[in-house]
């Protein structure tokens, strides 16, 4: 897959459908995608087990996936889930509770993905309970 040529927009797209993907295969089944309000944006809603997760996605490209010896290094994408963007992503998630009158427990957690230059490959971390 050529992924030089995709603009910022689709890279983010395509790491939100691998984060997606990713979840599913490990039991998530995902209740909505790119929630908006005003006070801000949510990637994914996905649901487990009885508990909904607000998942936040960022997503890279690099040269090579992340050595898990050295899990900060040059190419990692939780550098961008800073805490000012997790704030946001917890207050749409109580705004969305409590509209879809959600009784249940809820959590806000992270996805990143890394996306290979040369192949288009991807590597997922999934980050539970990020706040």
Not at 14 to 39: C, P, Q
Not at 61 to 71: G, I, K, R, S, Y
Request: aromatic share 10%; proline share 4%; charged share 35%.
């Amino acid at each position: 897959m050529d992924i030089q040529s995709k603009s910022r927009k689709e890279i983010g797209t395509l790491g939100e459908k691998l984060a997606s993907a990713y979840l599913k295969r490990r039991g998530f089944s995902i209740v909505d995608k790119n929630v908006a309000r005003k006070t801000g944006e949510i990637d994914l809603i996905a649901e487990k087990e009885g508990v909904l997760h607000f998942v936040e996605v960022k997503t890279i490209l690099a040269d090579e996936f992340p050595d898990p010896n050295f899990p900060r290094d040059e190419y990692d994408p939780s550098l961008n889930l800073h805490e000012a963007k997790i704030r946001k992503v917890a207050r749409t998630g109580e705004w969305y509770v409590a509209e879809k009158e959600w009784e249940g427990e809820w959590q806000v957690d992270g996805c990143l993905v890394w996306l290979r230059r040369r192949d288009g490959m991807a590597f997922v971390r999934y980050l539970p309970q990020i706040v």
